[in-house]
């Protein structure tokens, strides 16, 4: 099973940016594989935020839709989400996840958490107002 790892988040001020990493340890890869990022903030469920296909198309929640960018590096073996103009009510615990289908098409979406087998360990994401 791919595990990945987290990096970045943090505290910002409201309208602050921040950027999230994830990437697969050892020897796996993720290129084969639509990659998301969710979020679950206290007391709630856990939310999709983005999800970016095999071949970099993107989709993003109507929530985060021209403030959020997710995007891959397949050589480094990555993603990220860059985080602009965030708002109190992005405060969360953000997680990276892989899809479970192997090479899934680049029209591919999927929102849905059960539909991803491996997931980061989570990052607090806090804004201040």
């Known amino acids: 099973q791919v595990q990945l790892v987290q990096s970045g988040g943090g505290l910002v001020q409201a309208g602050g940016s921040l950027r999230l990493s994830c990437g697969a340890s050892g020897r796996s890869f993720i290129s084969p594989y639509a990659m998301a990022w969710f979020r679950q903030a206290p007391g709630k469920e856990r939310e999709f935020v983005a999800l970016i296909s095999t071949t970099g198309r993107t989709y993003h929640a109507d929530s985060v839709k021209g403030r959020f960018t997710i995007s891959r590096d397949n050589v480094k073996n990555m993603v990220y989400l860059q985080m602009d103009s965030l708002e109190p009510e992005d405060t969360a615990v953000y997680y990276c996840?892989?899809?479970?289908?192997?090479?899934?098409?680049?029209?591919?979406?999927?929102?849905?958490?059960?539909?991803?087998?491996?997931w980061g360990q989570g990052t607090q994401v806090t804004v201040s107002s």
């Open positions: 996840a892989k899809d479970r289908t192997f090479g899934s098409s680049s029209g591919y979406y999927s929102s849905d958490p059960t539909d991803f087998d491996s």
